[in-house]
Nanobody, 122 residues
Framework: QVQLVESGGGSVQAGGSLRLSCAAS????????MAWFRQAPGKEREGVAA??????NYADSVKGRFTISRDSAKKILYLQMNSLKPEDTAMYYC?????????????????WGQGTQVTVSS
């Protein structure tokens, strides 16, 4: 069983930055993807970024602004968010152990954190 705990959310002005962290209770094989998802009120869950075996995949809406990374030794997943926009406002979740490489579809991920809120004002 893997437990995931997100942190780093908060309220920022448009154009600002935040770094989200997700701590895992134990490490997994790097061939299995980890990812960040987000969900705004009234909207479907959206895949933001995924990482596995050193490779990454990003949603078009965040390319060039967000960076996903993973510290395997410390069992921490990060999401660096720059140039934040009001449309980035959402609850952000980390997820782990998708058997499908770099997928941004939520159904493939087995473990989920509780989420951390990100609010971007204009």
């Amino acid at each position: 069983q893997v437990q995931l705990v997100e942190s780093g959310g908060g309220s920022v002005q448009a154009g600002g930055s935040l770094r989200l962290s997700c701590a895992a209770s134990r490490s997994t094989y790097s061939t299995y993807s980890m990812a960040w998802f987000r969900q705004a009120p009234g909207k479907e869950r959206e895949g933001v970024a995924a990482i596995t075996d050193g490779a990454t995949n990003y949603a078009d809406s965040v390319k060039g602004r967000f960076t996903i990374s993973r510290d395997s030794a410390k069992k921490i997943l990060y999401l660096q968010m720059n140039s934040l926009k009001p449309e980035d406002t959402a609850m952000y979740y980390c997820a782990s152990q998708s058997p499908v490489r770099l997928t941004l579809r939520a159904a493939y991920y087995h473990y989920w954190g509780q989420g951390t809120q990100v609010t971007v004002s204009s």
